[in-house]
Antibody, heavy 121, light 106 residues
């Protein structure tokens, strides 16, 4: 079964750090581009970060640039998001999502169940 | 940044009826548009990519159309499991989502 499972969420104080993990199974992880997407409580979806299949190309949303770092370990079939200098507005469910490409189209075809990050004192 | 605007915010529909959801881009995204369905407490699920191609396992009652800046998701005959929030997403320039349309039971 193709699956993504996030972990590492929790309660952290403003200014603190947290590292999220996403474990992939059921597919060749090293062949796929991956993303992190977040959703604040009661709000819509916000793309956070992208990493290419090899890890050589990385992008961030302006809202997290300079504070978050995406990485991957293809040998461990795992994706990571290191979050530093956390703010209250970073409070959200964080999803990892696989990016699939069909000819010239692409979309996020597999999503994890999400992990909740709460930034509060 | 390309801004995606969905309308209406909430759509009240009776089971068996047709639902039409709209998504507008602030600039052309060609056909680089996807639609997702999200139910409470669940992750989003991909419905449509390339503006009009159904993802694997998606029922034929879901259809997408449009290109450029105007897009539509149509659910031809609403089933009970279709009441959810629907998001459009452009991937022509980075990735941005619309704010969502909630389809509720009338």
């Amino acid at each position: 079964e193709v699956q993504l499972v996030e972990s590492g969420g929790g309660l952290v104080q403003p200014g603190g750090s947290l590292r999220l993990s996403c474990a992939a199974s059921g597919f060749t992880f090293s062949s796929y581009e991956m993303n992190w997407v977040r959703q604040a409580p009661g709000k819509g979806l916000e793309w956070v970060s992208y990493i290419s299949s090899s890890g050589s190309t990385i992008y961030y949303a302006d809202s997290v640039k300079g504070r978050f770092t995406i990485s991957r370990d293809n040998a461990k079939n795992s994706l990571y998001l290191q979050m530093n200098s956390l703010r209250a507005e970073d409070t959200a469910v964080y999803y990892c999502a696989r990016e699939r490409v069909w000819e010239q189209w692409d979309a996020f075809d597999i999503w994890g169940q999400g992990t909740m990050v709460t930034v509060s004192s | 940044e390309i801004v995606m605007t969905q309308s209406p915010a909430t759509l009240s529909v009776s089971p068996g009826e047709r639902a039409t959801l709209s998504c507008r881009a602030s600039q052309s995204v060609s056909s680089n548009l996807a639609w997702y369905q999200q139910k409470p407490g669940q992750a989003p699920r991909l419905l449509i990519y390339g503006a009009s191609t159904r993802a694997t396992g998606i029922p034929a009652r879901f259809s997408g159309s449009g290109s450029g800046t105007e897009f539509t998701l149509t659910i031809s005959s609403l089933q009970s499991e279709d009441f959810a929030v629907y998001y459009c997403q452009q991937y022509n320039n980075w990735w941005t989502f619309g704010q969502g349309t909630k389809v509720e039971i009338k």
